[in-house]
């Protein structure tokens, strides 16, 4: 799938609005009673960067980041600043932020992945851009400065040497959004102070 490795401007993501979807068919009984059902076992992000921008120089940032990507044709990545962690926002990155597997004596990768727990009930997210420089890895609780690597454009650690048998493998890390333009046209309005503006600029995660 046609993707770049480049992260959409940082100044006007952090002004943007969006977040989490979900799809559910819901049926409404002729009792009133409910039956759903979720179509998605995973979520999907959606966004608007239209609310990040400031200036005119950011309107020009944009229209130059979407001719570049050809509209909706290349998925880039993006900063999604409510969730950017393995762990809290408040809170460093640390190599046992997030359970990534189980060590057997033969394999050599993992994926890194973020839980989202509430209650007793929990979803498992995969990451798939983490940030480069941020990634940390823990064996048993301690951390591991050499012997692996990471690949930053699939999220996956690879082990010189397979992790010993029941070794707990732990991450923390910074990640991006794989995401692309929603749109194929920018509605762009220029004012009276000629400081510009773009009625939307949707964004949809890219899932493989």
């Known amino acids: 799938m046609a993707f770049h490795e480049i992260r959409f401007p940082d100044n006007i993501s952090r002004g943007a ?7 559910t ?6 009792s009133g009673d ?15 960067a239209s609310y990040g921008i400031r200036r005119a120089d950011d309107l020009a940032a944009v229209v130059a980041f979407f001719e570049a990507r050809n509209g909706r044709l290349y998925g880039f990545r993006w900063k999604d600043w409510a969730d950017y962690k393995s762990y809290l926002p408040s809170k460093p990155v640390g190599e046992t932020d997030q359970f990534i597997g189980t060590g057997d004596g033969s394999t050599t990768s993992f994926q890194l992945v973020k839980k989202y727990i509430s209650g007793s ?8 851009k983490p940030v480069a420089g941020t990634v940390k890895v823990g064996l048993d609780g301690a951390p591991q400065s050499l012997g692996w690597s990471v690949d930053i454009t699939t999220g996956i650690i690879t082990f010189a040497t397979a992790p010993s048998n029941g070794a707990t493998i732990t991450a923390g890390f910074e990640f991006d959004v794989p995401v692309r333009f929603d749109t194929d046209q ?11 503006s773009i ?10």
Do not use: F
């Open 25 to 30: 068919q819901i049926v409404e009984l002729a």
């Open 34 to 48: 409910e039956e759903r059902n979720a179509s998605w076992a995973n979520s999907r992000r959606r966004y608007d």
């Open 186 to 196: 920018l509605d762009v309005t220029m004012d009276i102070e000629r400081l510009g």
């Open 199 to 208: 009625t939307s600029i949707p964004m949809i995660e890219v899932r493989r």
């Open 17 to 23: 609005r969006g977040g989490p979807e979900r799809r």
């Open 121 to 128: 009930q929990s979803w498992v997210r995969v990451i798939t």
